[in-house]
Every structure is written in C-alpha cells, then in structure tokens.
C-alpha cells in the first residue's frame, strides 16, 4: 500500500458507497479503487502494473460491476491478432453479404490483460480505440460506446515473451498504477475468508453508463482551476523540461491529464475547485511513466520527480 491517504478522497457520498460495495471482494485495495475512479471521472485509460496475484484482473472486474458498466476481456498471447480485439468481417451465404462480427473492444470498461505479451502490431490495435473512441475494419469506421475506458495490466518483471510497450502506447494511458501488497490486516483478512471472486457477480451496480457521462461532464464544467492552480502545474511541468536528469520534459497533454485527474480528486472530496494537494496526489501515477531519464544519471524517475516537486511551493 502507498501513502495515498485514500480515505481523505472518498468523502463524495457515492464514492464512500462505492468503497463499501467493493469491501467484501476487494480486500486493502481503496488506494487503487480511488485513482481508477479518479482515472475513469477523467475520462482516461489505466495502466496497472504489478507482481502476479495481488489481485489486478479481480480490481479491474469489480470496478466495472460498481459502474455499471459492460466489460470485455482481451487476454493477450504472442498469437493474438488485431482482429481478435477488433473484431471481423465474415460471410454469410444465406444472405450473400458480410456481416460484422464486433470484438471485446466494443464494451464500455475493456480488461487487458498482459498487454505486453501481445505483439507490438496488435498493440497498434488498441491506439485507435483509445485515442479516439472508434475502430476501424475493413476501411469501415465503427464508434466505440460511451463511456469508454481501457485497463490494461502488465507484470513488471517478467521479460521472457513480452513486448515492451512503445512510447506512443504508453503516451495513451493516463495512469500508470500498482496496487502494491496489502497491510497485514488486510492480507488476514483475505488468508481467512479465501478467494472472493465467486462473489463478484453479486456486486451491485451504484452507476451507470450514462450516469459516469454525466458525471465526467459536471467535473470538466463543475470543477474549477484557477490562475494559481494553473501556474502551478506549469511550474511543474517547466521544471521536469528543465531538469539534468531528464532526456524530455512532460507534454502539454501530460499537464492537461494531470489538472483534470486533480479535477476529479476535488469533486471526490465534494470540492468544486482544485488545491496543489490534488495535483501533487496524481504527480507520480500521471508522470512518472512519461519521464525519460538520461543515460548515466544517478537518480530514479521518482527521486528526480521529488526534487522537482520539493523545489516548487504550493500555492493556493
């Protein structure tokens, strides 16, 4: 578990309801649960990394089932195509026509599950969908549902027969995000009770499609910057351009994601306007993955992101 003091997060009554319907399923995990809600208000794609068996594939489910939402599976093998995420056209004699046969993709929250197993030409499959909410067969453009959201996960220390993802690919998640190992209590817990997944089906749904739309819309309308708090994150972002330790700076996308996951905290917190506290809570899972250090450097992605973050005072 990290110091993300998920608790301060959920005071929004949904999400503290939220959090008490996944409890019984998903054991420690409230950090996580908050920055894929905080990912999913903001409209962005996730990126779970971590150690095999700490629960990545049962999260991304639960989350799903709590929203509402439909899901789709894609487990990636070296042997999987772009047409088994997207989906083909196949002939019907009957009708003496093709018929479109849509894939996994075509579901609101899509799971993909070791995504660096797949190869890098079905990887390309997925860029479509999720910078554009759309997928195109056979020269045809077919519109994804809204809302759409990506989870992909990835174990971080298994290279034999896996393809790293591209920066391009990368680029499109939002976050990048480990669940990490549960406290003690929390992993009695799980040691005495067993295996939940049985009960994921039973989860209660709190939202729904077109209630995380409308919810996205009221934090993009709702929820306010202001000069100060704008400043601030482009202080940030000047500094990692600025740094010795770092090959490139973060983007302009990289800083509008990071504001609009801010945004999202402050609404979690039934706030209609940000703080430098929700900015600096998403540094590292919204950065962290887009920083590039340069060869011979003696410091680690996170230590350079600290001293950046250290040097600059929060304003408010």
Known sequence: MDTFNAPLFAANPRVKETLARL????????????????????DGHLLLEDLPGLGKTTL???????LGLDFGRIQCT????PAD????NIFKAEKGEFEFHPGPIF???????????????????????????????DGTTYRLPRPFFVVAT??????????????????????????GYPSRNAEREILRVGSRKNDLDKIEPLFSPDGIVRIQGEIRNGVKASDKILDYVLNLTEKTRASFDIVAGISTRGAMLLLNLA???AWMQNRDYVIPEDVKAMADDVL??????????????REALRAILSDIPAIA
Not at 60 to 66: D, G, L, S, Y
């Open 85 to 88: 995420i997207t989906g083909l």
């Open 23 to 42: 409890a019984p399923t998903v054991h420690g995990k409230d950090s996580a649960l908050i920055k894929i809600l905080a990912c999913i208000f903001s």
């Open 78 to 81: 070296n042997d999987l195509l």
């Open 288 to 301: 962290l993955h887009r920083i590039q250090l340069k060869q011979g450097s003696e410091s680690t992605k």
């Open 154 to 179: 990835q174990n971080p220390v298994e290279h034999s027969g896996t393809f790293p993802l591209p920066e391009s690919q990368m680029d499109r998640f939002m976050m990048k995000v480990s669940i």
């Open 107 to 137: 579901n609101h929250l899509v799971l993909v599950d070791e995504v660096n197993r797949a190869t890098p030409k079905t990887q390309s499959a997925l860029l479509e969908a999720m910078g554009e909410e759309q997928a195109t067969i």
């Open 60 to 66: 991304a489910i639960a989350v799903a089932r709590v």
């Open 263 to 265: 945004k999202s905290l």
